[in-house]
């Protein structure tokens, strides 16, 4: 081999191995010095409630550990209050809807960003800022690529999930399937980005919840917020 194919093969093999080790060009780093264990992501979906949401406050409270509410606006408008609770407890406030009514909101790109920015300006009248992270209603899986590309274009980041508690599935669902649930969905153990509800029929979310956090602190887990 001459020098400057080796050398040129030298350069590449230091490339494949830092982008294998570090990232990769299109989503986050496999690995970072910064966070090189586990880490988990407890995220809630279309809330808040009066109902359910402070329950689960309480429980984060009480383990001492963050979430990332993705709020539906038309749910907040009259419970202020508990957004207020959740900022000021240090969780983030994130964009799932305004209305989160499928058929209006996929209807086009244009509708799309409209309901976004309502929910948004709610965030920004409780946080003092607009979000970044945005969850579709139902997963970006289920949409078409037009609306994802105006999404991203609009500069909103993406967020889906990996695990989830599966309470918007399991009929009748006790704390305990939940848990069970959580447990055994994890796709992706070093970096988990956990699915749950804090709307008002979500009681039993609440209720697994703290088994939920015990069980990944017990493994080691950071938890972190979006
Ligand atoms: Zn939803």
């Known amino acids: 081999m001459n020098k400057r194919i080796s050398a040129l093969a030298a350069i590449l093999l230091t490339v494949a191995l830092f982008v294998t080790l570090f990232g990769n060009f299109f989503g986050e780093p496999l690995l970072s010095f910064a966070d090189g264990g586990k880490v988990i992501y407890l995220t809630f979906d279309d809330g808040p409630s009066d109902r359910v949401t402070p329950k689960i ?30 900022h ?36 920004c009248s409780v946080t003092g800022e607009f979000s970044h992270f945005y969850r579709f209603p139902g997963g970006s899986f289920t949409v078409s690529p037009q609306l994802l590309r105006a999404v991203a274009e609009r500069g909103y980041i993406s967020v889906d999930w990996n695990a989830s508690f599966r309470d918007s599935e399991i009929k009748n669902a006790s704390a305990e399937d939940l848990y069970c649930a959580a447990v055994a969905t994890v796709a992706n153990p070093k970096k988990i980005v956990m699915l749950a509800h804090d709307s008002t029929d979500k009681s039993e979310t609440a209720a697994a919840l703290e088994k939920v956090i015990k069980h990944f602190k017990s493994l080691g887990y950071e938890f972190k917020k979006f």
């Open 57 to 86: 406050l309480d429980v984060l409270k009480k383990e001492g550990v963050p979430a990332t509410f993705f709020i539906v606006g038309a749910q907040a408008k009259n419970r202020k209050e508990v957004l207020k609770r959740e």
């Open 88 to 123: 000021s407890e240090g969780h983030t406030l994130a964009v799932h809807s305004y209305s989160h009514k499928y058929s209006e909101i996929y209807s086009s790109p244009a509708a799309l960003l409209k309901d976004i920015e309502k929910c948004n300006e709610t965030i």
